[in-house]
């Protein structure tokens, strides 16, 4: 069965440049999270998706960032303009509300470098 | 106070051992608890979750006490591949707002 899939899984850009990062969740999951993964900070909930709708965008950084899901099945998450301090590994996960199972799969992860 | 704090580690124990983790958690409102495992530059993978009543699978053990906000992880006889960071993994008491801890690193030597 094919897991999370991302897109691209690496990339590479200068400052200024708009980046979108792209989500393929599990078929039939309800759910989907965007995370920031780095050293210094962990991974962080950046976003997250019920149903297609955002349900908690508080760790959204900065007006930056913004994150669309137009459907069940894809979701991206665009940075414009990027910064070199947004360089990390953003991982999409999905998972399917149903009751009490909150396992969250996630994606191989893109990993963003900004110069 | 962090949100969800563990020991970063690095342990390193030979195979065989039998290696602990812990983690505390900052919300006493939190109702979900897991531990999750990355390999290094991977994705973060479903270890198991964590019930009130403490749960076993295999050699993995975890624990939970709500009165200290409190979370561990117990694993017997460590194999080589058991090497990888072991996150905690806690929600916020509502929705699926699920906060990861820093990680804790374990090696296991041969």
């Known amino acids: 069965d094919a897991g999370v899939i991302q897109s691209p899984r690496h990339e590479v850009t200068e400052m200024g440049q708009e980046v979108t990062l792209r989500c393929k969740p599990i078929s039939g999951h309800n759910s989907l999270f965007w995370y920031r993964q780095t050293m210094m900070r962990g991974l962080e909930l950046l976003i997250y998706?019920?149903?297609?709708?955002?349900?908690?965008d508080s760790g959204m950084p900065e007006d930056r960032f913004s994150a669309k899901m137009p459907n069940a099945s894809f979701s991206t998450l665009k940075i414009q303009p990027s910064e070199p301090r947004d360089s990390a590994v953003y991982f999409c996960?999905?998972?399917?509300?149903?009751?009490?199972?909150?396992?969250?799969?996630f994606g191989p992860g893109t990993r963003l470098t900004v110069t | 106070r962090k949100e969800v704090e563990q020991d970063p580690g690095p342990f390193n124990v030979p195979e065989g051992a039998t290696v602990a983790f812990n983690c505390t958690y900052s919300n006493s409102a939190s109702q979900s608890f897991f531990w999750y495992r990355q390999d290094c530059r991977k994705e973060p993978k479903l270890l198991m979750s964590?019930?009130?009543s403490g749960n076993e699978d295999g050699r993995f053990t975890a624990q939970l006490n709500r009165a200290s906000q409190y979370i561990s992880l117990l694993i017997r006889d460590s194999k080589l591949s058991d090497s990888a960071t072991y996150l905690c993994?806690?929600?916020?008491?509502?929705?699926?707002?699920?906060?990861f801890g820093p990680g804790t690193r374990l090696s296991v030597l041969p």
């Open positions: 964590v019930y009130s």
């Open positions: 993994v806690v929600n916020q008491g509502y929705g699926q707002n699920f906060v």
């Open positions: 996960a999905s998972s399917y509300i149903q009751s009490s199972s909150y396992e969250q799969y």
């Open positions: 998706f019920n149903n297609n709708v955002p349900i908690d």
